[in-house]
């Protein structure tokens, strides 16, 4: 059974400082994996989805990389901003559809201004 | 631009009591999902759909029931609620073929409290 652990579990950071969330999956064979935002009282908002063939994706100012054979994952943030707080979650997905998606509990980042 | 829509925001339920949580997208989604978050954890696949009138279970799907008679809409349903399913619950859609796969889209959440 897949099972994904997001570490830490929570963050607090001063605005400007570049950081790293940290995702690992037990069982490698995975066809993507998915960085998600989720606001206090909000759904998900996808922010990088990355295939099982690639090593990275970016975005702006996020840069998440896939190391598929040691089962982990960083989303890399840099310059980072008040408005970036929220809790991030990671899910990975065994699937050729990206359907059925297995979570990480999530890291809560706190930006400090 | 209204996405996934979710209704209710939040309910309060008794035991036993049954209830049906509305869900629909405008985006021509083939897949659609529901999750359950409990507070401080990861989301959990309860029912998930590939298209009209085709439905499957996910990780935790005692005491729910779900239907796909349209591509827009994905109710889900509590028939005998029970103070375990207190949580948030999460509908969300996605377009997917073999090999092709995009983000899913989620909806604001519905509150359920089981008292």
């Known amino acids: 059974k897949q099972e994904v652990t997001q570490i830490p579990a929570a963050l607090s950071v001063p605005e400007g400082e570049n950081l790293v969330l940290n995702c690992s999956f037990t069982d490698s064979a995975i066809y993507n994996l998915q960085w998600f935002r989720q606001d206090p009282g909000k759904g998900l908002t996808s922010l990088l989805l990355i295939q099982s063939s690639q090593r990275e994706q970016t975005s702006g100012r996020l840069n998440a990389s896939l190391d598929k054979s040691s089962g982990r994952s960083t989303l890399y943030i840099a310059a980072s901003q008040p408005g970036d707080s929220a809790t991030y979650l990671c899910a990975v997905s065994r699937e050729t559809s990206g359907s059925r998606l297995t979570f990480g509990e999530g890291t809560q980042l706190t930006v400090n201004p | 631009n209204a996405g996934v829509t979710q209704t209710p925001k939040f309910r309060i339920l008794k035991i036993g009591q049954s209830m049906t949580l509305q869900c629909t997208q405008d985006m021509n989604h083939n897949y659609m999902y529901w999750y359950r978050q409990d507070p401080g954890m990861g989301l959990k696949l309860i029912y998930y759909s590939v298209g009209a009138g085709i439905t499957d279970k996910g990780e935790v799907p005692n005491g729910y029931n779900v239907s796909r008679s349209t591509t827009e809409d994905f109710p889900l349903r509590l028939e005998l609620a029970a103070p375990s399913q207190t949580s948030v619950y999460f509908c969300?859609?996605?377009?997917?073929?073999?090999?092709?796969?995009?983000?899913?889209?989620f909806g604001d959440g519905t509150r359920l409290s089981i008292l």
């Open positions: 969300a859609s996605s377009y997917a073929l073999p090999g092709l796969n995009q983000p899913q889209h």
